[in-house]
Structure formats: C-alpha cells, structure tokens
C-alpha cells in the first residue's frame, strides 16, 4: 500500500464480480490521526482526511466555544498553524490568558470524532449563548431537492473512493457556496465552519447546510452556533437532535433523496406553514 500524510491511499485488492476475480489498484480514502493544541497544551486526537486541517482545528475551537471569532487567533491567515509535523496542528491566539482551561478540560475529555460518546453528561453538550437563527430565511423544496446532486458532484474524494462524509454550504438559490469532506462526519462539518469563521461568513445567517449522514445533536450544535438557520441530511435525525432543533428555531429536514424529504421543524422557512409549538 503506498502511504503518506495525503487524502488518498492506493492498495491493490481483489475484486469479484459475477464470478470473475481480478486485481486492481483501488484508491482508499486517507485516515490519519490529528493532534490538536492550542499553545502548549494538548487537546484532542481526532482520525480525519489531512487536508484542510487548520480549518478542523479551528472549526472544532469554534464549535466547542473555546473560541468566538477570527480575531481570537493569532495568526487567523497562517493555514499551517504552527506544525511540528503533518499530523499535528497547533493553534495560537492572541490572548490565551482569557482562555477557560476547565471549559477546554470538560469539552475535550473524549475524541472529538466520537460525537456524543464519552461525554459525562448530555447538558455538558449545550453550549451556552447559542441564538435563534435568521428567521427570514427561505428557500424552495424544489431547490432544497437539487442540492443532494450538486453535492454529489462536487465530492472529488468520495467518487475517487466512496467512503468520505461530506458538508457543504448553500446560497437559498442552490448556489453551492464551498464544500468540505472527511472520515468523519462531524469533522466534515468543522471544516466547513472553519473555513467560515476564517472567511468572515460567521454567522452563515442566509446559508443551508447539507450534511451526508445522520443529522445528531452535535451537528445541530454545531449549526446553530455558526448562525445557520437550515440544515438538511440525507439520513435520519436523533430524538435528541430534533428536540434542540425545535428548542432554537433551526429548520431541521432530513432523508433528502430524490424528490422526497422529511422535515422535523421549521418548516415556515420551506413555505411549509408554521411550526408547532
């Protein structure tokens, strides 16, 4: 197998079709562990796709409420961090004084490609100061049906390799706006907050964000904390994730294939009538 800090792999496999077996070199997705710091300090190790790691690191800081802005990071134009090698990416802010170290310890107790798991309690997940998001936000079922195919499309990765999450922002035309992928589907969606905070597009108030996956809690977190008023999967919501999703006003739809979709709330900004109390 040729290996090295890359998004692609190549490994020459045995493939069997209607009885025939031959070998061929197939391109495998790149894994590889992440070593996050910021400072000195160790944070997290997260498996994810190399590329675009300053982007996850700083989308991870974000989400987890250890940073508010760009402005919080030293050097927010710097896209190496500061590495000692390919596999660990260290960030430095401005002012690390003003930094919660027991926040840091209770948000990174586990891998932060694991989600929810780990977590000592489900409240330690609701970040505080998460606002309800644009309200005036619309966009048309038919639109919201083409997106599953642009992101298709523009996931290079996954048609090298099948095996690849991707995130992917919308303008409320369809307009594909910039696309993240990874192992990980949280880190899919890091990225793709990073590259917003880095950009100045925080709070993504006028975007939908299409996930591949389940829709979970933590995405919805995620979301909501980003501004981002709709998100939509391909897959199924958690009970959880939908109660928070209705808790902060976020339009939350998922099993989008085809023609079809489900919405779980906000259903107003579909033109779908009024959400339930």
Same mark, same amino acid.
């Given at each position: 197998?040729?290996?090295? #800090? ?12 209607? /009885? ?8 495998? @997705? ?15 190790? %997260? ?6 790691? +300053?982007?996850? &690191? $700083?989308?991870?800081? +974000? %989400? ?16 190496? =961090?500061?590495? #000692? ?8 802010? /401005?002012?690390?004084r003003t930094i919660n170290s027991k926040r840091i310890k209770r948000n990174f107790l ?8 780990? /977590? @000592? ?15 005036? +936000? ?8 083409? *997106? ?9 990765? +996954? ?7 991707? !995130? ?10 910039? $696309? ?8 899919? $969606? ?5 590259? &917003? ?10 975007? &939908?964000?299409? !996930? ?9 977190? /995620? ?6 008023? *709709? ?5 199924? @919501? ?6 928070? !999703? ?7 739809? =998922?099993?989008l294939r085809g023609r079809r979709f489900v919405c779980y709330c906000g259903e107003e ?9």
């Amino acid at each position: 197998m040729e290996r090295g #800090s890359q998004a692609l792999n190549y490994s020459t496999v045995f493939e069997w079709s209607d /009885k025939k077996v031959r070998r061929v070199r197939d391109a495998l @997705a790149g894994e590889e562990p992440l070593q996050i710091q910021l400072g000195r300090q160790r944070l997290s190790v %997260t498996m994810r796709t190399p590329g675009n790691d +300053f982007e996850l &690191a $700083v989308g991870l800081l +974000f %989400t987890e409420g250890i940073i508010q802005s760009a402005k919080d990071l030293a050097n927010p134009q710097d896209s190496n =961090g500061s590495r #000692s090698d390919q596999n660990v990416m260290k960030i430095e802010l /401005k002012n690390p004084r003003t930094i919660n170290s027991k926040r840091i310890k209770r948000n990174f107790l586990a891998n932060s490609s694991c989600g929810l798991c780990g /977590k @000592a309690y489900i409240e330690e997940c609701r970040l505080q100061g998460i606002k309800r998001p644009n309200a005036r +936000f619309r966009i048309d079922p038919e639109v919201l049906c083409s *997106l599953p195919e642009t992101l298709r499309a523009s996931q290079v990765l +996954f048609g090298r390799t099948g095996g690849l999450h991707a !995130a992917a922002l919308f303008e409320p035309s369809g307009k594909l706006i910039t $696309v993240r992928e990874d192992v990980g589907r949280h880190n899919a $969606v890091d990225k793709l907050i990073g590259w &917003a905070l880095l950009e100045g597009r925080i709070p993504a108030s006028d975007c &939908a964000l299409l !996930a591949s996956g389940r829709g979970g809690f933590e995405i919805i977190q /995620k979301s909501l904390l980003a501004g981002i008023p *709709l998100l939509a999967s391909v897959s199924a @919501a958690s009970s959880l994730a939908v109660q928070l !999703a209705r808790e902060c006003g976020l339009t939350l739809v =998922g099993f989008l294939r085809g023609r079809r979709f489900v919405c779980y709330c906000g259903e107003e900004r579909l033109g779908l009538g009024t959400s339930p109390k």
